[in-house]
Nanobody
């Protein structure tokens, strides 16, 4: 399984971005997926997750602002980020889980200016 993120960039506070995570390879075997982020000097943290059945969960810090979704026909997962804050600045990574093993993308930088 290979995962490639896109959609990051520089945005002003209050703005929006949509991240995409395109999967290739044995995509039929992917069940859970998620978005994580890592800011400089901090540990990687879960932002949002989505099961194969479409159940979602979010970090408290992004609830009401971010929306995770997946299009299984396109083998792509998305993260719609609205009302962005400077503290959302980080490298965002997507994760796909296959038979209990996690596969990571290379990350995409999101920078929110104040």
């Amino acid at each position: 399984v290979q995962l490639v993120e896109s959609g990051g960039g520089l945005v002003q506070a209050g703005g929006s971005l949509r991240l995409s995570c395109a999967a290739s390879g044995s995509t039929f075997s992917i069940n859970g997926m998620g978005w994580y982020r890592q800011a400089p000097g901090k540990q990687r943290e879960l932002v949002a997750g989505i099961t194969g059945g479409g159940d979602t969960n979010y970090a408290d810090s992004v609830k009401g602002r971010f929306t995770i979704s997946r299009d299984n026909a396109k083998n792509t997962m998305y993260l719609q980020m609205n009302s962005l804050k400077p503290e959302d600045t980080a490298v965002y990574y997507c994760l796909g889980v296959v038979a209990g093993k996690g596969y990571w993308g290379q990350g995409t930088q999101v920078t929110v200016s104040s």
